[in-house]
């Protein structure tokens, strides 16, 4: 009975998603920051900072076209960039948003596939191209009639997407009463770790080998005393000051801004349904997993979660022909 609920709870989820749109996420009213191309590097870090955000469309004002969403990824390009160039620090500090695509090429990172939706097209279309390409926000693309140019709306994030789930599908996820540990959601094991002690840089290594945006902040005893997060690069290169990467974690962590929402935690036999509570509620961007004592033992992030929700049960074909 248990199954059938959550498959019920899933399916109505899933038929909400089809039936609404990406637009449908926006809030009534909002604002978008977008940066031009020309912009300097360095420059847009304060920008981002300043505004309170991570990641920005870009724009091409030759061009009068879109150019990429600019987000943490490029930020640890140009680190990986300085640390495989030192000696061109002059150069790393004249390069504008325009030449993120010459660094990824010069650091050999494959540059992540451009991909954004319509944004009157069903978000369930959204989600899907999402998980397969591992985007983690997708910018809303409409095209300017008058004009023929491209125009970005908004972007649309996994955070908001789920949120949106949580909370217009209140009779669904109630239904989701599995626990963590019996759908066997998030990772468990060859977990990437860090210690308070360890350099910024150590830890944006451990991000680019595993391809990850966040590694918890662990004890000797392997209590988890704060997460190390990608978008937390930011603060810690304002003003081009790549060299304060080899500052340590602990202090890096001093450097959020006043009102950071904190680290979710929960317990292998939390429920989705608490889980689903937990966004409904909360600025939460991925959950820690802990035993009694605090002691790690997993991650669920929202791309585990938005998964899930989509995929689980449903028929092989369906996911390899979509
Ligand atoms: P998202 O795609 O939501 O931004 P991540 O990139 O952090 O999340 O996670 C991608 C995948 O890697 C997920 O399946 C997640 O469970 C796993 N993962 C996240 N953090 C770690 C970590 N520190 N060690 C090992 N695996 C992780």
Redesign the pocket.
Known sequence: ALDKEQMQGLRGIREFLKVRTSYDVLPLSFRLVVLDNNLLIKKSLNILIQNGIVSAPLWDSQKSAFAGLLTSTDYINVIQYYCQFPDEIDQVDQFRLSSLRDIERAIGVLPLETVSVHPMRPLYEACRRMLKT?A?RIPLVDYDDETGHEMVVSVIT?YRILKFIAVNNEKYTMLLKKTVKEIGL??YS????ATMNNSVLDVIHLMVK???????VVDRDNKVLNVFEAVDVIPCIKGGAYDELSASVGEALCRRAEDFPGIYTCSEDDRLDAIFETIRKSRV??LIVVDDESRLR???????ILKYVLLFGEEEDDIRGS
Request: glycine letters at 8%.
């Open positions: 591992r983690r996994q998030g990772t060859n977990l990437a770790t595993h391809n990850i945006s966040a590694v918890p961007h991925r997993g991650i669920i992030s929202l791309s585990d």
